[in-house]
């Protein structure tokens, strides 16, 4: 079994941890987080997990390490993983900072590395995929990916407002949007964008609006994304249409084929956004314990996770 450490105690580290008590991959041999109050939050809710007094010696104690702090800090510890010979898996994006995250990635040929996009283990991307395979879409000619939040950040974002709602490392273009531009890349191709813009209305705070047209994989594609113009706290989609026909995935974890009758119908098997993240996270468990052994492992690359990344700060900069 992979002795999996977790750095950052915050909602991705626990949900982490909470997905780790369900299976049998990987082991939480350390958790460590800086926050006091968050470590007194794991003991009273998860009272397995082991606590460590540092990062380093979660790093000690691990196989992996699961790097789930602030993204400003991501650099620091993965530059600690990989010294100490571990395998990485790690929260987008590896930097704040892009030269630091190619030259991180240029640096670390070699070394047992992952990031983590669900969408790597999602049933509903799986679904999305044969379909493609089938040929339900036929030659792929359009694009369209939206985003929309009541409010940013969500409410059970708030105890990470800080650093959420900041334009150095927040932002639902980060957070939300990156997701979809690594589904675009895994499904299509490359990214190349072509246009974008980005209204931060508010001196400090993160943006409210974007829009970018962009290609993937040579397919033109159009991304929108806005804050304060839905009445859900959280709805996407990503909407691919062909020659033979359209498909989709929407609200996370729902895959829909266009029916000739211009109804959305789901593929077999449907599950909700709550059950089948439960099902994601197992999955990248699996994945991470078979990165960590050197094995194939389907998890997104450094690599992917660069190329997001560039494709994300191309359109905050705008």
Known sequence: MTRLGIIGAGIMGERLMRAAELQDAVQVTGVWDPSPAAMQRVAAELPAMPHRDSAAAV??????VYVASPPATHLAHARAIAAAGKA???EKPLSVDLAEAGAFMAASSGMRAA????????A????LRSWVADGAVGTPQRLAITVGFTAWPRKWQHDAASWLDGPAQGGFTREVVSHFLFLALRMLGPIELESASAAFPERGRSEQAIRATLTAGGVPATLVGEVGKTRREDTNSFTLTGSAGSIRLRDWATAERLDPAGQ???GPDPVDHQRARTLVLRRQ???VARMTRGEAHGLATLQDAYDVQRAVEAILVS
Request: aromatic share 14%.
């Open 115 to 122: 990031v983590n996009f669900p969408f790597a283990s999602s």
């Open 88 to 90: 990485l898996f790690c």
């Open 124 to 127: 509903a991307v799986a679904q």
């Open 264 to 266: 959305w119908l789901p």
């Open 285 to 287: 468990l699996e994945a």
């Open 59 to 64: 790093i000690e104690a691990a196989d992996c």
